[in-house]
Each structure stands twice: as structure tokens, then as C-alpha cells.
């Protein structure tokens, strides 16, 4: 068996910080973690990738093809679907190691994880291939103060649940970055419980509010009666809060229960040449 995570998000949620932070997390707990970079347009991350699909395809290379002509949505979206008529050697970069951990670091277009098929595909190849995956689906905890976002923010995590059917973890970024009044309004989402979404959005005075308002109600009844859509916090800057979600995690997709834990041998002498216990 092998493990993965595949982190979606908008552009600008964290991924790729994410990334590298669970990345020195691990390291620092000797576990190996390897991450793979998706994101054909990434400029710049924090960690040196397992595999980079860039070394395929470039966003550049799809925008600048004379023929083609993509702007930016439909170039990300012709990389991946390149990605895809391109599986042997995907397979052939990732390798074929038992109890491997992986995290895939994707593109922030939002509509690939909400309605296109793609990344449905990917996750059945991976699938095939025998990882047993969770998605983390990332946005940033500055955007989900006001009442409609966060609302609007629970709809897009819905939406990717659906799409992509698989073990689902939500993630508020950049926790570390609010003030202690937007922090206090956010902790009074987090359940989230529509009542108080709804309850503060009714004291917003304003026309459009007023004319959607069943449609609003409607939609906060949605999230209620299924009851599917919980996001954790998460500062990079904390230590616990990082290892909370990682447990989470692992938990979720079962990592350990089948096999040992695989560990990087930083210092250790090989325990296998320590004689029996």
C-alpha cells in the first residue's frame, strides 16, 4: 500500500507552503515524505520535488504555442489533461516503493477540483497504482472572516468533496496571520453551525442581501442537514497544530496500520545491526 496526499485549493491558499512545512515536519520526525510538484505554472517552492511536471510540460509552453493559444485557465488545463496521455511516466518518475508517503502539490484553478474531470482521472491512476489517498483541501482563513465567504468557502469544499469522492480534510491557512478579533469571529464558524453564519449575515444592510436572502438560508440549510464540511485550523508556526493535522491525516488514509513506519536515517546507527533486542 501506498500514501498520499493531493492538495487542492485556490491560488494563493498555501499549498505549496504547506508542502514544505509538512515536509520539515517530517524530517524532523525521521519519516520520509516525498512531495510531487503539479502545478505546471509554479514559480518558485520551498522544496526540491520527488517529480515536477514541469520537466513535461511548462504553462508557458501551452500559452506561447502559436496554434493552441490558451490564456492561463485553459493552458492549466491542457497541461493536466497532458499530464494524463502522459501516465508512463508519471509511473516511471514516482516509482514503485511500498508504503511510500506523497504529497501532490496541484494547480490553484479551482475549477479542477469542483467540476472538470481531470483530476477525478488522476485520482483514479493513482488509484491503480495503489495509493490510498486524502484530499486536502486548503483556503485561506483571512478570506473566511465575513460570513458570506465563509459560506462561500463551505460551498467550494462541498462542491470538491462531491467531485472528487474521497477521504476529505478542509484546512484554514494562515492562521497565524489574523488578528485576535478575526480570529475570534472565524472560531465561531469553525463548526461551522449556519445559524450563526446566517444570523450574521441578516445584520448586513444591504439590497442584494435582502433579495437572496431565502436563497441564502436555503443554502445554509444545505450544509446543515448534510453535515459534511468541518475545516481545522492550521499555523505553520505551531508545532502542535501542524502534528494535529498530520495525525489527522494519517489516521484518515490508515498510514502505519498496515506496515511499519518508514523512518529516514539521519544519525541512528542501523538498528537492524544492533543485535537482538
Given at each position: 500500500m501506498r500514501y498520499a496526499q493531493l492538495v487542492v485549493g485556490p491560488a494563493g491558499s498555501g499549498k505549496s507552503t504547506y508542502c514544505s512545512t509538512i515536509l520539515k515536519h517530517a524530517m524532523d520526525s525521521k519519516r520520509i515524505v516525498e512531495v510531487v510538484n503539479l502545478?505546471?505554472?509554479?514559480?518558485?517552492?520551498?522544496?526540491?520535488?520527488?517529480?515536477?511536471?514541469?520537466?513535461?510540460?511548462?504553462?508557458?509552453?501551452?500559452?506561447?504555442?502559436?496554434?493552441l493559444q490558451f490564456g492561463p485557465n485553459g493552458g492549466l488545463v491542457f497541461c493536466m489533461e497532458t499530464l494524463l496521455e502522459n501516465c508512463d511516466w508519471l509511473e516511471e518518475q514516482l516509482g514503485d516503493v511500498d508504503d511510500d508517503y506523497i504529497l501532490f502539490d496541484c494547480p490553484g484553478q479551482i475549477e479542477l477540483y469542483t467540476h472538470l474531470p481531470v483530476i477525478k482521472k488522476l485520482v483514479d491512476q493513482l488509484e491503480k497504482w495503489n495509493f490510498r489517498i486524502c484530499v486536502v483541501f486548503m483556503i485561506d482563513s483571512q478570506f473566511m472572516v465575513d460570513?458570506?465567504?465563509?459560506?462561500?468557502?463551505?460551498?467550494?469544499?462541498?462542491?470538491?468533496?462531491?467531485?472528487?469522492?474521497?477521504?476529505?480534510?478542509?484546512?484554514?491557512?494562515?492562521?497565524?496571520?489574523?488578528?485576535?478579533s478575526a480570529r475570534k469571529q472565524l472560531d465561531n464558524y469553525l463548526d461551522p453551525?449556519?445559524?450563526?453564519?446566517?444570523?450574521?449575515?441578516?445584520?448586513?444592510?444591504?439590497?442584494?442581501?435582502?433579495?437572496?436572502?431565502?436563497?441564502?438560508?436555503?443554502?445554509?440549510?444545505?450544509?446543515?442537514?448534510?453535515?459534511?464540511?468541518?475545516f481545522y485550523p492550521l499555523n505553520i508556526k505551531d508545532e502542535e497544530s501542524i502534528d494535529n493535522i498530520l495525525i489527522t491525516i494519517d489516521n484518515i488514509i490508515q498510514f502505519g496500520e498496515d506496515a511499519d513506519v518508514k523512518v529516514r536515517d539521519f544519525d541512528e546507527p542501523d538498528p537492524e545491526n544492533d543485535g537482538d533486542e
Amino acid at each position: 500500500m501506498r500514501y498520499a496526499q493531493l492538495v487542492v485549493g485556490p491560488a494563493g491558499s498555501g499549498k505549496s507552503t504547506y508542502c514544505s512545512t509538512i515536509l520539515k515536519h517530517a524530517m524532523d520526525s525521521k519519516r520520509i515524505v516525498e512531495v510531487v510538484n503539479l502545478d505546471p505554472a509554479a514559480e518558485h517552492f520551498d522544496y526540491q520535488p520527488l517529480v515536477d511536471i514541469r520537466e513535461l510540460i511548462h504553462l508557458d509552453d501551452a500559452m506561447e504555442d502559436e496554434e493552441l493559444q490558451f490564456g492561463p485557465n485553459g493552458g492549466l488545463v491542457f497541461c493536466m489533461e497532458t499530464l494524463l496521455e502522459n501516465c508512463d511516466w508519471l509511473e516511471e518518475q514516482l516509482g514503485d516503493v511500498d508504503d511510500d508517503y506523497i504529497l501532490f502539490d496541484c494547480p490553484g484553478q479551482i475549477e479542477l477540483y469542483t467540476h472538470l474531470p481531470v483530476i477525478k482521472k488522476l485520482v483514479d491512476q493513482l488509484e491503480k497504482w495503489n495509493f490510498r489517498i486524502c484530499v486536502v483541501f486548503m483556503i485561506d482563513s483571512q478570506f473566511m472572516v465575513d460570513g458570506a465567504k465563509f459560506l462561500s468557502g463551505t460551498m467550494a469544499a462541498l462542491s470538491v468533496m462531491v467531485n472528487l469522492e474521497l477521504p476529505h480534510v478542509n484546512i484554514l491557512t494562515k492562521m497565524d496571520l489574523l488578528s485576535k478579533s478575526a480570529r475570534k469571529q472565524l472560531d465561531n464558524y469553525l463548526d461551522p453551525d449556519p445559524h450563526v453564519l446566517l444570523a450574521d449575515m441578516r445584520n448586513v444592510n444591504s439590497r442584494w442581501h435582502e433579495k437572496y436572502a431565502k436563497l441564502t438560508e436555503a443554502i445554509g440549510e444545505v450544509i446543515e442537514n448534510f453535515s459534511l464540511v468541518r475545516f481545522y485550523p492550521l499555523n505553520i508556526k505551531d508545532e502542535e497544530s501542524i502534528d494535529n493535522i498530520l495525525i489527522t491525516i494519517d489516521n484518515i488514509i490508515q498510514f502505519g496500520e498496515d506496515a511499519d513506519v518508514k523512518v529516514r536515517d539521519f544519525d541512528e546507527p542501523d538498528p537492524e545491526n544492533d543485535g537482538d533486542e
